[in-house]
């Protein structure tokens, strides 16, 4: 079975830090999507970044960035200079090649910025 | 680009009444609709796929009769609560992608907030 496990149900950062958001996955597939995705309170789901399983480089928008692990099957989420907008909840996200339509998602983190 | 509008944003309603929500993308074709449920802090559970033209394809355990989900244009997807009950008072998010390339990204409403009295 295909998982997307978040182990840190609730994290807080002190605005303009750094936080590191986990993410694991089970699969035994070997190419496949990855996504983060943030919900604020307003809950829409806002695409953050997305890094194809095949690409070693890691995926970077401004201030978020990836650290993609292949082998650990590890795909967490670097958000640098914390901002009070970042406070949402965060979902990690799993897409096989082989099943488009199946899109997994983590359980999620809490974010709060702290100001 | 990729807007999707999603309505009503928040609707009450009785017991017994069937209720529908609309699901739009408002700048692209969407070959490809979701719709998704998700309750206080959780993650989003998938409902049911639907492409265009066909019928939607229901995550088990989801009672099609209860969920009606019709996808006639591909900017356009509904979904029908039929008879709600209380039990079925959720978060309804749909999201919509465009082609069939699994690294293009679903793109989100803003849900539906449905309360049943």
């Known amino acids: 079975a295909q998982t997307v496990t978040q182990s840190q149900p609730e994290m807080s950062v002190q605005e303009a830090e750094t936080v590191t958001l986990s993410c694991t996955y089970d699969?035994?597939?070997?190419?496949?999507?990855l996504f983060w995705y943030k919900q604020p309170p307003s809950r829409q789901m806002i695409l953050v970044i997305r890094?194809?399983?095949?690409?070693?480089q890691n995926a970077t928008e401004n201030r978020f960035s990836v650290n993609f692990q292949k082998a650990a099957k590890s795909f967490s989420l670097k958000i640098s200079d914390s901002q009070l907008g970042d406070t949402a909840m965060y979902f990690c996200?799993?897409?096989?090649?082989?099943?488009?339509?199946?899109?997994?998602f983590g359980p999620g983190t809490s974010l709060s910025v702290i100001p | 680009g990729a807007v999707v509008s999603q309505h009503p944003s928040w609707v009450i309603c009785k017991s017994g009444t069937s209720v529908k929500i609309e699901c739009r993308s408002l700048?692209?074709?969407?070959?490809?609709m979701f719709w998704y449920r998700q309750f206080p802090k959780q993650s989003l559970m998938l409902m049911a796929t639907?492409?265009?033209?066909?019928?939607?394809?229901?995550e088990q355990g989801v009672e099609k009769d209860k969920f009606l989900i019709n996808h006639a244009s591909l900017t356009l997807s509904t979904l029908t609560v039929t008879s709600a009950h209380p039990e079925d008072s959720s978060f309804y998010i749909c999201?919509?992608?465009?082609?069939?390339?699994?690294?293009?990204?679903?793109?989100f409403g803003d849900g539906t907030r449905l309360s049943i009295l």
């Open positions: 699969t035994s597939e070997s190419n496949y999507y």
């Open positions: 999201s919509a992608r465009r082609g069939g390339r699994g690294n293009q990204p679903q793109h």
């Open positions: 890094q194809e399983a095949y690409k070693q």
């Open positions: 700048d692209f074709q969407a070959t490809t």
């Open positions: 639907s492409n265009e033209g066909s019928k939607a394809t229901y």
């Open positions: 996200a799993f897409t096989p090649k082989t099943s488009y339509d199946k899109v997994i």
